[in-house]
Nanobody, 128 residues
Framework: QVQLVESGGGLVQAGGSLRLSCAASGRTFSSYVMGWFRQAPGKGREFVARINYSATSINYVESVRGRFTISRDNAKNTVYLQMNSLKPEDTAVYYC?????????????????????WGQGTQVTVSS
């Protein structure tokens, strides 16, 4: 079992930056694949990024590549999402997620049903 708590959301102007954090409970955080998803009003939950246990395998959705950076600190049981050059279309509730399952295909980690644990979400609003 792991509990996830996101923080760091807020209101920012277009072009600005935010860093989201996701703190995890439990002693096995370093074994989890961690993902960030987002959900805009009236839309489904969208994959943003994921990072494997050792940070040697990272994937992003194309729309955030080059602007967002996912990282993790296993000593602090925390995963981060650094978001730069924010756009109004980045406005959403951002969720972190965790799974112990291993998949050879990175595509599988972009699907919500393949994660076992979810945080409560943190709101990010980007004004134009």
């Amino acid at each position: 079992q792991v509990q996830l708590v996101e923080s760091g959301g807020g209101l920012v102007q277009a072009g600005g930056s935010l860093r989201l954090s996701c703190a995890a409970s439990g002693r096995t955080f370093s074994s989890y694949v961690m993902g960030w998803f987002r959900q805009a009003p009236g839309k489904g939950r969208e994959f943003v990024a994921r990072i494997n246990y050792s940070a040697t395998s990272i994937n992003y959705v194309e729309s955030v590549r080059g602007r967002f950076t996912i990282s993790r600190d296993n000593a602090k049981n925390t995963v981060y999402l650094q978001m730069n050059s924010l756009k109004p279309e980045d406005t959403a509730v951002y969720y972190c997620a965790a799974t112990l399952k291993y998949y050879s295909s990175s595509y599988v980690y972009s699907q919500t049903q393949n994660y076992d644990y979810w945080g409560q979400g943190t709101q990010v609003t980007v004004s134009s």
